[in-house]
T-cell receptor, first 116, second 118 residues
Framework: AQKVTQAQTEISVVEKEDVTLDCVYETRDTTYYLFWYKQPPSGELVFLIRRNSFDEQNEISGRYSWNFQKSTSSFNFTITASQVVDSAVYFCALSEETSGTYKYIFGTGTRLKVLA | GAGVSQSPRYKVAKRGQDVALRCDPISGHVSLFWYQQALGQGPEFLTYFQNEAQLDKSGLPSDRFFAERPEGSVSTLKIQRTQQEDSAVYLC????????????????FGPGTRLTVL
């Protein structure tokens, strides 16, 4: 069955530290998509990245980087030199082609607190 | 703005009341999703529309929940005879993609409606 696990419930770091948020997924599909979203205190989910199952290239965008490894079914997210504005809840999500709708299956989220 | 909007942002209902939550998706987006997010949890899928057709309602928790999108744009999620367990944030999302296409775009989310049932 499809599932997304974010084992880290809450992480606290001091500003400028690097932090990695873990995401492990389960799916039987060969074609699927993985996403990371940020949910700041305002509540709106903000899209960060999309990755499809055929593209295992890691990606870097500024201070953000993502490591996709199909062999371990993981799609981890690293923030380099964290800032207070990075404080939010981060969600990993899975979307399967066979769902027919591409609906998201979300993890339970990781709350990141960056302390000044 | 050009984003997804939802109204009201906050709704307090007495147990047993009916409520209606509105979603205005991004103009031109074919797909529309409703999710329910309980406190401290990730969003959970409720239902999906492709234009005006409701293609998946497998996530609706009971027959008290009803959604529509009659003209393929604005959508309304209605909850009848609200119960305390319905208290949650209801998120609407839209996407350019429709089911059956090979490429896929991400979903854009609205700010949500926080429903509190007393």
């Amino acid at each position: 069955a499809q599932k997304v696990t974010q084992a880290q419930t809450e992480i606290s770091v001091v500003e400028k530290e690097d932090v990695t948020l873990d995401c492990v997924y389960e799916t039987r599909d060969t074609t699927y998509y993985l996403f990371w979203y940020k949910q700041p205190p305002s509540g709106e989910l903000v899209f960060l990245i999309r990755r499809n199952s055929f593209d295992e290239q890691n990606e870097i965008s500024g201070r953000y980087s993502w490591n996709f490894q199909k062999s371990t079914s993981s799609f981890n997210f690293t923030i380099t030199a964290s800032q207070v504005v990075d404080s939010a809840v981060y969600f990993c999500a899975l979307s399967e082609e066979t769902s027919g709708t591409y609906k998201y299956i979300f993890g339970t989220g990781t709350r990141l607190k960056v302390l000044a | 703005g050009a984003g997804v909007s939802q109204s009201p942002r906050y709704k307090v209902a007495k147990r047993g009341q009916d409520v209606a939550l509105r979603c205005d998706p991004i103009s031109g987006h074919v797909s529309l999703f409703w999710y329910q997010q309980a406190l401290g949890q990730g969003p959970e899928f409720l239902t999906y529309f492709q234009n005006e057709a409701q293609l998946d309602k497998s996530g609706l928790p009971s027959d008290r929940f009803f959604a529509e999108r009659p003209e393929g744009s604005v959508s309304t999620l209605k909850i009848q005879r609200t119960q305390q367990e319905d208290s949650a944030v209801y998120l609407c999302a839209s996407s350019q993609s429709s089911s059956g296409v090979s490429s896929y775009n991400e979903q854009f989310f609205g700010p949500g409606t926080r429903l509190t049932v007393l």
